[in-house]
């Protein structure tokens, strides 16, 4: 008898998590197109009610479906966790078949944010300077720096989704509220040496240098660090 590769095994679980399309494929594409059809709506009556604007319209609701992402990692868990245990998958298999997917997913929503921001840029804007995908902050360093600043920040999303599943998972709800609770006192403690030393003005300054590219380096660092906290945790997660 032949044993799967641990490749096939990823590959199981990736088309495990693909069953129920609805979480990885069609929501995040609804909620882009959603945003986008209401976005272009108030970017028409402003261009029709204001006959002298010489600015260009900028908006904030492309971010929507990069932050779905973070239910998505919550579900991704939640949803077929038991299931996976139920068929013999490895917590480790289904860690990277899990991650694997929502890799997948991202890239695919980061390529359809390239070319909305290639076509506005084609396009003045759909022909009267309104800009939903085309962001110039992010794509001062070029279409890949703002692929991989959008590619990490929807796997930072699902990551601390996922992460928050796991918690759970293993510690229930008391073990989530209470690292909640801890990382909210960082916070406070952070802020609070922050004014006494008084370096706000410093940390303001180092905030407002930040390039795209650094920018998608320190999610890259986050993701990294919580997707490694993740595994350690769904190793004794209950399913």
Not at 113 to 132: C, H, P, S
Request: hydrophobic share 55%; no cysteine; proline share 4%.
């Amino acid at each position: 008898m032949t044993t799967a590769t641990p490749a096939l095994r990823t590959g199981k679980v990736i088309r495990m998590q693909l069953i129920n399309k609805q979480t990885f494929v069609w929501m995040p594409l609804l909620i882009l197109a959603s945003s986008f059809a209401i976005t272009m709506m108030v970017y028409g009556v402003i261009a029709y009610s204001v006959s002298d604007r010489t600015e260009p319209m900028y908006g904030g609701g492309s971010q929507a479906p990069l932050w779905y992402f973070l239910v998505v990692g919550v579900q991704a868990l939640s949803f077929t966790f038991p299931f996976a245990q139920a068929l013999s998958i490895s917590r480790r298999e289904f860690f990277f078949g899990t991650y694997a997917t929502a890799i997948l997913t991202s890239l695919t929503l980061t390529a359809a944010f390239l070319a909305g921001g290639g076509i506005e840029r084609a396009t003045d804007g759909w022909g009267f300077d309104a800009y939903f995908f085309y962001l110039p902050w992010i794509w001062e360093q070029g279409p890949v720096v703002a692929l991989a600043l959008y590619f990490t920040i929807a796997m930072f999303a699902f990551t601390v989704g996922f992460w928050a599943a796991t918690l759970y998972k293993r510690f229930n709800l008391i073990g989530l509220l209470s690292t909640g609770v801890g990382i909210a006192v960082v916070i406070v403690l952070t802020a609070l040496a922050l004014s006494w030393a008084g370096e706000w003005p410093a940390f303001g300054r180092w905030i407002v240098d930040l390039a795209p590219i650094d920018v998608a380096g320190l999610f890259l660092a986050v993701d990294a660090v919580l997707a490694g906290v993740s595994y350690l945790t769904i190793r004794r997660a209950i399913p």
